[in-house]
């Protein structure tokens, strides 16, 4: 399966399996278990989002949002929990207006899963650990 290294954003082919002892990224060798959240921007987001054949759950937030905040340390606990079953991202709709535009984001936090490249659920509003692991587990 395809899957996107959380430190330099490379596709990297790896075998799929239920659980992983050791898995390292081919370009810069960092491990691909340590899955925490990727910055998404109009430059790279087409390209990780297609190139994943895991889903890819995005953060659509902003620096001044309250409820993002809130929610960002669970964001990236939660994110701990599914090393190479997701790949969590985020983008920051201050600097990324475009991808907001593009994806209707009307009010923050907003989660979008996509598989296969496309969008296949979104909510708004923060989301609890609990909330937030189960709506993840729903779409492995």
């Known amino acids: 399966m395809r899957v996107i290294c959380p430190h330099c954003l490379s596709v990297n082919n790896i075998p799929q399996k239920e659980s992983y ?8 060798k960092q491990s691909l278990l340590d899955n925490k959240p990727v ?4 430059a790279n987001f087409d390209e990780v989002v297609v190139n994943s054949d895991i889903p890819v759950i995005i ?4 620096p001044w949002c309250g409820p993002c905040k809130m929610m960002a340390p669970v964001f990236e606990k939660t994110a701990q929990n599914f090393a ?9 709709t201050e ?3 475009n991808l907001g535009a593009r994806f209707g984001i009307r009010s923050i936090p ?3 899963i996509f598989k296969n ?8 509003g923060a989301l609890d650990a609990t909330s937030l692991s189960s709506l993840v587990s729903k779409h492995l």
């Open 84 to 92: 190479l079953k997701t790949l969590f991202a985020k983008v920051n």
């Open 39 to 42: 910055e998404l921007t109009n």
């Open 117 to 124: 490249g496309k969008e296949v659920e979104r909510v708004s």
């Open 59 to 62: 953060d659509f937030w902003a």
């Open 95 to 97: 600097n990324e207006q």
């Open 110 to 112: 907003t989660l979008i």
């Open 21 to 28: 002892k050791k898995a390292n990224c081919g370009k810069c």
